[in-house]
């Protein structure tokens, strides 16, 4: 089993930027995809970014590319994701996942075995 802890989220105004974290304990090791997602009220789970842990590319939703940033620090086991620019439409429970395997559909939520508790992110215009 893998356990995920995001901390980092927070209220700040629009234009602003946040750091989530995400640490991982446990078996790590079985982890090949890391990812963000995020939940709106009212609104289903979507794909924010991704990192495939064994070269570290990156992946992002349209509604994120240019302004989030996705990264790895193997040694403290964390991802982190940065996000500039934030609009209030960025408002949402931010959560990390863990998938077992890198697959092409990254991007959907039923890839990913581990998830976190979810952090929230308010951004206010």
């Known amino acids: 089993q893998v356990q995920l802890v995001e901390s980092g989220g927070g209220l700040v105004q629009a234009g602003g930027s946040l750091r989530l974290s995400c640490a991982a304990s446990?078996?790590?090791?079985?982890?090949?995809?890391m990812g963000w997602f995020r939940q709106a009220p009212g609104k289903e789970r979507e794909f924010v970014a991704g990192i495939r842990l064994s070269d570290g590319r990156t992946y992002y939703a349209d509604s994120t590319k240019g302004r989030f940033t996705i990264s790895r620090d193997n040694a403290k086991n964390t991802v982190y994701l940065q996000m500039n620019s934030l609009k209030p439409e960025d408002t949402a429970v931010y959560y990390c996942a863990g998938a077992r395997y890198w697959s092409t559909s990254y991007y959907v939520t039923d890839q990913y075995r581990y998830w976190g508790q979810g952090t929230q992110v308010t951004v206010s215009s």
């Open positions: 446990g078996r790590t090791f079985s982890t090949a995809t």
